[in-house]
């Protein structure tokens, strides 16, 4: 069987990272099913592993040199590299150590087919929202993603760009692995109380300040029916979520749960009567279309309504559980968001049809299908042209 080295940089032990890592043991276990075994190489702070049919710790680094030495080259001493055929790249900002890492491995193994995925696009922020170390990495990444094209076959996309970095891409979208996300114990809605889920590696762009604005609004007038909002996950923009929330006087409404995993996340779900997805995608200028977020898909698996503030091509438009509102900056319209709560009720059955809609359209294997097909072609185009 044919072979594929994973490689991200993303480091597996920070909390909040845990949803990309379920979502890259996916897209292996997905590569396999479609006949490419996967081996995926990552660390988990200091230690560097080696994922194929038993896990091996490849190293462990005590320094942050030392790191970068083995991250960006030393490994190929313990990685046949001419083992495999095939190598798929997670895209982060770029430097010339990655580019270099690169000329290495087409060294080695000149008929290897690279790929990379590139999850948002276009991914650089507003400068108002980095901090001037990350202006400088985006300077760098800039200057360093021209020198792609020399070694990189395919950019795996979820926009609606033919071609990024002057490479052509293949066009894809986020799935899940549907056993992972079962559907969940439907909550009850006792006509007075409704919990609205904000689930993420918690950033700008997913815009949950749109929804505290919106419930400070909502609150200002009187409403037959309470709405909190339960915030799970850490990430940059927790503290100013929580700033807010406390300027507002919403303690008793918005509620942050901080990292949380396992069963206590599940009992969290069997609460929850609506699902927030990106609010937020505006921010980075990510258009209709452009994205599709994990967390939507997730929800949708779980049989959980969802809303979102993006064009999302892994549902039609007439989908009657999702709820898409305006990308801007206003608060969010919390009765709006009722509403199309008790809409979804009419229809008894709500969570098995998210779930089974989930299942027949939104698998890894259904939507890596068409990367296989690609690495498998640029493969025999690589042998041809050798061969020549």
Request: with cysteine; proline share 4%.
């Amino acid at each position: 069987m044919e072979k594929l080295l994973f490689f991200t940089k993303m480091n597996f032990a920070v909390k909040g990272s845990g949803g990309i890592q379920n979502k890259i043991f996916a897209q292996a276990n997905a590569f396999d099913q479609l006949g490419i075994k996967t081996d995926i190489f990552y660390f988990e702070n200091e230690k560097i592993y080696l994922k194929s049919e038993e896990t091996v710790l490849m190293n462990q680094i005590n320094s942050k040199f030392g790191f970068l030495k083995y991250i960006y080259g030393g490994f190929l001493k313990d990685i046949k590299i001419q083992n495999y055929e095939y190598l798929f790249v997670r895209h982060f900002l770029t430097n010339p150590l990655f580019i270099w890492l690169l000329f290495r491995i087409k060294l080695a193994n000149p008929k290897i087919v690279i790929f990379m995925e590139i999850p948002t696009y276009p991914y650089k922020f507003e400068f108002g929202l980095m901090t001037l170390k990350k202006r400088m990495e985006q300077k760098i990444d800039e200057f360093c993603t021209y020198f792609f094209r020399f070694f990189i076959q395919r950019i795996v996309t979820f926009s609606a760009k033919t071609k990024i970095f002057g490479i052509p891409t293949i066009q894809t979208d986020n799935g899940i692995d549907i056993e992972k996300f079962g559907l969940t114990i439907r909550p009850v809605f006792d006509g007075k109380n409704i919990h609205l889920l904000g689930l993420a590696n918690i950033q700008p762009w997913h815009g949950l300040d749109r929804v505290i604005c919106g419930l400070s609004e909502y609150y200002k007038r009187e409403n037959p029916i309470n709405v909190f909002f339960d915030v799970v996950g850490s990430g940059d923009e927790l503290p100013n979520l929580k700033k807010l929330a406390n300027s507002l006087s919403l303690d008793q409404y918005v509620h942050f749960h901080g990292f949380v995993s396992g069963d206590d996340l599940l009992k969290i779900f069997e609460t929850s009567h609506i699902g927030i997805g990106s609010l937020g995608m505006h921010r980075i200028n990510v258009a209709k279309g452009e994205t599709s977020a994990l967390k939507s898909r997730e929800y949708a698996a779980r049989g959980i309504p969802f809303v979102i503030a993006y064009l999302d091509r892994g549902f039609p438009d007439d989908f009657p559980f999702l709820l898409n509102l305006e990308a801007n900056e206003n608060p969010i319209d919390i009765q709006q968001i009722v509403d199309f709560y008790t809409n979804c009720l009419q229809e008894k059955d709500y969570p098995e049809i998210l779930h089974n809609y989930a299942k027949d359209n939104l698998t890894w294997n259904a939507k890596l299908k068409p990367v296989a097909e690609a690495l498998k072609n640029a493969k025999k185009s690589s042998n041809s042209d050798t061969d020549l």
